[in-house]
């Protein structure tokens, strides 16, 4: 059977990536907020076609808001992930170092 090696170093690399990531979009959130320099629907005038695009760049915000905001949960997710990981890796490492100290007391 294969044996499963955790590699704590590629852990913290890819957490580092990660958190770089989550960091970045937490500088963008902010500016789609209300009020904000992205947060203001722009100005469609009174053309009959003005309404529709009034709704269209609303939907189109609420939309990119959502995908920020489950991009943001799911990098939140990834960290912790790995975070339990490197934890289990630690347990099982020291699961194992025991296991071993007390075969070679036995002998």
Do not use: C
């Not at 044996?3 to 500088?27: K, N």
């Not at 799911?74 to 339990?84: E, P």
């Not at 990981?85 to 170092?97: C, H, N, P, Q, V």
């Amino acid at each position: 059977m294969a044996e499963r090696v955790i590699d704590p170093e590629a852990l913290e690399e890819y957490r580092t990536l990660i958190r770089e990531q989550l960091d970045h979009l937490e500088t963008i959130i902010p500016r789609l907020e209300k009020g904000q320099s992205l947060g203001r629907a722009p100005a469609f005038g009174q053309m009959d076609a003005s309404k529709a695009a009034h709704e269209s760049y609303a939907a189109f915000h609420q939309t990119t808001w959502d995908n920020l905001q489950d991009l943001r949960g799911a990098l939140n997710g990834m960290i912790k992930t790995l975070n339990d990981s490197a934890e289990l890796a630690e347990e099982a490492d020291k699961a194992g170092e025991d296991e071993m100290d007390r075969y070679e007391s036995e002998l």
